[in-house]
């Protein structure tokens, strides 16, 4: 079994910045992707940001240039730096985890709550 732990979620004035951090457990020996995806009330999930075992980023338009992505391989951690924050990046924000390819597994976290207040 896999758990994805997320942290860092909370409320935040716009302009302020917040640190999330995703920290993996369980059966899961090897990862290759990691990532931050968001879905606010209404609207379909989409990429924030995501870092692959190569160290290749992958950034949403929408966050472009405010959100830095990064990960600790010996702690099974990623993070997730978002700084100017605005009020249209309240979401809840998930935590993925790819396994390697083949027969790679996708996982989930249960998400964590960014409200940014103007």
């Known amino acids: 079994q896999v758990e994805l732990l997320e942290s860092g979620g909370g409320l935040v004035q716009a302009g302020g910045s917040l640190r999330l951090s995703c920290a993996a457990s369980?059966?899961?020996?090897?990862?290759?992707?990691m990532g931050w995806y968001r879905q606010a009330p209404g609207k379909q999930r989409e990429l924030v940001a995501a870092i692959s075992s190569g160290d290749i980023l992958y950034y949403g338009d929408s966050v472009k240039g405010r959100v830095t992505i990064s990960r600790d391989n010996a702690k099974k951690t990623a993070y997730l730096q978002m700084n100017h924050l605005e009020p249209g990046d309240t979401a809840v924000y998930y935590c993925n985890v790819e396994t390697p390819p083949p027969g790679g597994m996708d996982y989930w976290g249960k998400g964590t709550l960014v409200t940014v207040s103007s």
């Open positions: 369980g059966s899961i020996f090897s990862i290759h992707m």
